[in-house]
């Protein structure tokens, strides 16, 4: 049985294993980013004229420098905020697939870009009159501070993405080793139409499991559940939420999603148990008002061998699953506070988003 004392050795645990993952990735993500980065910004100081030039023919010329551009501005602008400037919601069709903007679109990112240039990183821009060897000096300064700063804001978003996707297939590996197969559509029904969702049990397979799939059957918010499993023949079904944290104040806002996911499937049509996958720094209190009053059964990535015995056999750390009579030794007062704080959206929950909602590329 999981036992309060027995936490604490989880989470330091489940904290090392997030610490080594964060470095392993960010690392060789930086790296990787770096050379594209350099090439793009090595085009648009051709095209520009080390960025003396920045037009509207360029721009429609060579629309992906744009991405270059919005960081060699003071203040770096996001895809977002640029796009609303020209009356579109980003401008990352530009950046990522080149589509050329129009005319008019251009000639105003020309305007914006003219006017919001960083002249102290761009020195020469301003006519200051420097020698050969301090012209190539701030050059070369200037273009690895703006692949910095790119490189710095790239790997915090591609981090997002592939810690997410890192852990949702060690829940996939783990259960294709009991084994499970995977489903990559959702299964037609007698009458042959896909839905777009899981509508009814008979969408997963017995025995198999899906990945990214939207829960129908009269869900009211219709929320994706990161993995969906049916691991026997019985009419029941098991939703995985994966949720890895870095920042020990976002434990709030991910087990209160968590939950809430948990209070619309309750509300559906369909036989769903919840079920949390966690890895990082998340909060003792809240993870046992989570398990014990909410009722989901909570995991650790690093030990997903507890899952799948979950799955297979009914048993929770060892024993049969009643989570009413786990953590014995947590008081009332302990629990309602972890529990109110789940209930809650906090300022200071949200406030912990903030590196998540950052990171555009």
Request: glycine share 6%; net charge negative.
């Amino acid at each position: 049985m999981l036992t309060r004392k027995q936490l604490p050795a989880e989470m330091a645990t489940s904290e090392e294993h997030e610490e080594r993952t964060y470095k392993e990735l960010t690392q060789s993500l930086f790296l990787a980013i770096q050379e594209p980065l350099r090439q793009l910004y090595d085009v648009a100081a051709e095209v520009t004229g080390l960025f003396a030039s920045i037009t509207s023919d360029v721009l429609r010329g060579k629309p992906r420098i744009i991405k270059t551009l919005r960081y060699c501005l003071a203040p770096v602008i996001s895809q977002m905020r640029l796009g609303q400037l020209i009356g579109i919601n980003t401008t990352e069709a530009f950046e990522e697939q080149g589509v050329a903007p129009t005319p008019y679109q251009a000639g105003r990112l020309a305007e914006w870009f003219h006017d919001h240039l960083d002249r102290e990183r761009f020195r020469w821009l301003d006519g200051e009159t420097m020698s050969d060897p301090e012209a190539r000096l701030a050059e070369t300064y200037a273009r690895l501070w703006t692949v910095s700063l790119q490189s710095n804001q790239n790997t915090t978003t591609q981090y997002r993405n592939q810690r997410k996707e890192r852990q949702e297939q060690a829940i996939a590996d783990a259960l294709l080793g009991i084994p499970l197969t995977f489903q990559a559509a959702i299964a037609a029904s007698a009458t042959g139409i896909r839905h777009g969702g899981i509508n009814d049990v008979a969408d997963i397979l017995p025995r198999y499991f899906a990945r990214e799939k939207k829960i129908l059957g009269g869900s009211q918010k219709k929320q994706k559940a990161d993995v969906v499993v049916r691991p026997t023949d019985a009419p029941l079904l098991f939703c995985i939420e994966a949720k890895a944290v870095g920042i020990r104040l976002d434990s709030t806002k991910r087990l209160k999603e968590l939950s809430d996911k948990q209070t619309d499937w309750h509300g559906s049509s369909l036989p769903i148990t919840t079920i949390g996958v966690v890895a990082g720094m998340f909060s003792v209190a809240e993870l046992v008002a989570t398990i014990k009053l909410r009722g989901i059964p909570i995991f650790f990535e690093h030990d997903l061998g507890k899952l799948t015995e979950f799955l297979t056999q009914g048993t929770y750390f060892g024993s049969g699953w009643d989570h009413l009579a786990l953590f014995p030794d947590t008081s009332a007062d302990e629990l309602q506070m972890g529990l109110k704080k789940l209930q809650t959206s906090t300022a200071v929950a949200k406030a912990a988003d903030l590196e998540a909602s950052s990171g555009e590329e």
